[in-house]
């Protein structure tokens, strides 16, 4: 049966009527919680039983009920249901079978399944959604073993977090018959369309991108400006238009899902690797932003019109650092304009800094995968002036198309980031003393907080103080109205430049075409009341579902590495202290761990004002930023954690 819990509803009074919508994230123990899609709104508490016919990522609407400090959720009814598949082992159950996916919760197998492959691992689709008076019905998919190796986790994630990985044959047909369409633009184009073709336009990206949104280049004219930055991007929205078969399947998708080593395009590849792409030196339909310059990088002015460009190259990050710091050098007709590039990208980082922009440099881990998904290689990687060169380039040009819109009032979405609560004030300040960090902020701005940032980037704590400092922001989102975007430190924010991986970057050319007058303008002609609004929550939402189904990827393929390297030393640093143990990274992979109480070197106490363990009896005191060595004890692919055990 599909959960052990009882089953219950909450009585309501009058006064509590208001009802809500947000989305079900749900804990293997049962319970679950909600997450509003409304503004302000805390997160709400479901108990096992209200939470027993709930899936991971519905939509749910329901009426709150506060308790003291906990607020907590009646659920009226399932919106939308979050996934369509589940992982699970097959069980037999009575007369039955079923598919069990925690020790909680399990759903019955359908009764015309052959043969049901008791005790092996398998991928199945809801044919029945569970409900409060019947259990959840699923078919079977595909049959994984009895083990699961590294090859199975992109299916697992996939099932876990509800991501589409096909596209119906409609969409796909519609890619296709595009093509023809892109040729005849490119012949012959609209008048509004300026040839850039002779400008050379470079892209700059990862070494395994496939997916090129925006090509740079940058000019230094004689006259009028000392800098023209033009920031091209893939015209996106000439290709998919409203309501067609291609723009449903991009919206209920948001986004593109990267995974090591692949990706879940929200695009067919027919468009996302090929036709939209802005492939080296292939004539493509693109959006230009440009941007004029003067000598200390302030904007003198910008205009937006549609383009065909002709990308020079087809440049790596690594390819780009090497050049400009002489290790590598730079082919001759490229030299002039990333000359140019960084001379321009030098000027906007005093503002950058001016500005108080919120750089969090945290490390990563850089995963290269066998053939089969096991990682081969696990390594931290670095950020250099060549990824920030795009990312600034990349936020002119946001910035400049979400001023353009909010100042002539067109209808569109925009990328907000609210001020912290003011309590965060206080907990930053709590955390600084306790790490013995002697340091304090009054007031929380961009400029304070990015200057505590800095002064703090060598201290013993830092990275946890950087990573407090980051989860006490609020989280980004899509909304109608411009708000602002409090980590960048700007008035004015959007997301334009990567149409072929995020749904409302295509929103915002469209309607940016529709202000200047493109050729596609009547793509912005939405029927629907709060279009804008609706969609952008929608896309907020699909951003966090992808973003959580990137982290559990990751984190699996990690527990793969270290399981190879059960009982082996290794050097760490300590990331975190609890009353139950420590978090503790290894510095070489970016990959932690947990270290509990009784697998540590003696009897340790928590002290919990000072956050730190205290050996008893004796002096020894372990706090954060201090370093430790450990031994791997356990890794358990079922609970994605990876164990160590202090060593001397």
Not at 281 to 291: G, H, I
Not at 474 to 487: L, W
Request: net charge positive; hydrophobic share 35%.
């Amino acid at each position: 049966m599909r959960s052990r819990s009882r089953r219950h509803q909450h009585r309501h009074s009058p006064s509590q009527k208001r009802t809500h919508t947000g989305r079900v994230q749900k804990n293997p123990r049962g319970f679950a919680f909600i997450i509003p899609e409304e503004k302000g709104q805390p997160d709400a508490y479901v108990a096992k039983g209200e939470a027993s016919f709930l899936l991971n990522s519905d939509k749910v609407e329901y009426r709150v009920h506060r308790d003291g400090k906990r607020t907590s959720a009646e659920i009226l009814r399932i919106v939308e249901r979050g996934q369509t598949e589940i992982l699970g082992i097959v069980h037999k159950w009575r007369n039955a079978y079923v598919v069990a996916i925690n020790e909680l919760e399990a759903f019955l197998l359908d009764r015309t399944t052959p043969s049901p492959p008791v005790g092996e691992w398998v991928i199945a689709r809801f044919i029945r959604y569970p409900t409060r008076d019947q259990d959840g019905v699923v078919a079977l998919k595909e049959t994984l073993g009895r083990e699961l190796t590294p090859k199975h986790d992109i299916d697992i994630t996939v099932a876990k977090y509800g991501i589409e990985t096909r596209y119906d044959e409609a969409a796909i047909q519609e890619a296709e018959s595009l093509r023809k369409s892109c040729e005849r633009e490119l012949s012959q184009p609209s008048k509004q369309r300026r040839d850039l073709r002779k400008l050379p336009f470079v892209t700059i990206d990862g070494e395994t991108a496939k997916d090129f949104d925006d090509a740079i280049y940058v000019d230094t004219p004689e006259k009028d400006a000392a800098f023209v930055l033009y920031v091209s991007i893939a015209d996106v929205s000439f290709f998919v238009r409203p309501e067609t078969a291609l723009d449903k399947a991009a919206r209920r998708r948001g986004t593109s899902v990267y995974f090591p080593g692949t990706a879940i395009p929200m695009l067919p590849e027919t468009l996302s690797n090929d036709l939209c792409s802005l492939n080296p030196r292939t004539d493509k339909l693109s959006l230009t932003a440009e941007m004029h310059m003067d000598r200390e990088g302030n904007m003198i002015k910008s205009v937006f019109y549609e383009s065909i460009i002709r990308t020079s190259a087809r440049l790596t990050y690594d390819e780009v650092q090497a050049y400009a710091s002489k290790e590598k050098p730079t082919p001759e007709d490229l030299e002039v304009p990333l000359n140019n590039a960084y001379n321009l990208f030098r000027k906007m980082k005093k503002q950058r800094k001016a500005r108080g922009v919120l750089d969090f440099n945290l490390p990563e881990s850089e995963i290269i995968l066998e053939a089969d998904g096991t990682p081969k290689i696990v390594r931290r990687t670095s950020r250099h002036d060549a990824h920030q060169v795009i990312e600034e380039f990349m936020i002119s040009a946001n910035r400049e198309v979400a001023k353009r819109l909010r100042e002539t009032k067109t209808p569109a979405v925009y990328r907000v980031h609210e001020n912290p609560d003011p309590t965060t004030l206080d907990e930053i300040n709590i955390l600084m003393r306790h790490l013995g960090i002697s340091h304090a902020i009054k007031d929380l701005t961009p400029r304070s907080l990015a200057a505590l940032l800095e002064a703090t980037s060598t201290a013993k704590g830092a990275k946890t103080l950087h990573k407090a400092i980051l989860r006490l922001q609020k989280q980004a989102r899509y909304e109608a109205e411009p708000r602002g975007h409090f980590g960048l430190a700007l008035a004015d924010y959007t997301h334009f430049t990567s149409p072929i991986r995020r749904y409302p970057d295509l929103i915002v050319h469209r309607a940016l075409k529709k202000l200047i007058g493109g050729k596609s303008k009547s793509d912005n002609r939405y029927e629907e009341e709060n279009y804008f609004q609706t969609v952008g929550a929608e896309c907020s939402e699909r951003e966090r579902r992808a973003m959580e189904a990137e982290r559990f990827i990751v984190k699996r393929k990690h527990c793969w590495f270290m399981k190879k390297h059960v009982g082996k030393e290794f050097a760490g640093v300590v990331a975190g202290v609890t009353a139950n143990g420590l978090f503790v990274e290894l510095p070489d992979f970016a990959i932690e761990g947990f270290v509990p109480l009784d697998m540590m070197n003696g009897r340790y106490e928590f002290d919990e004002p000072r956050v730190c363990l205290r050996k008893r009896p004796g002096k020894t005191v372990i706090s954060l930023g201090d370093a430790v060595k450990i031994q791997v004890a356990n890794v358990s692919l079922e609970e994605n954690e990876i164990t160590f055990a202090q060593k001397d």
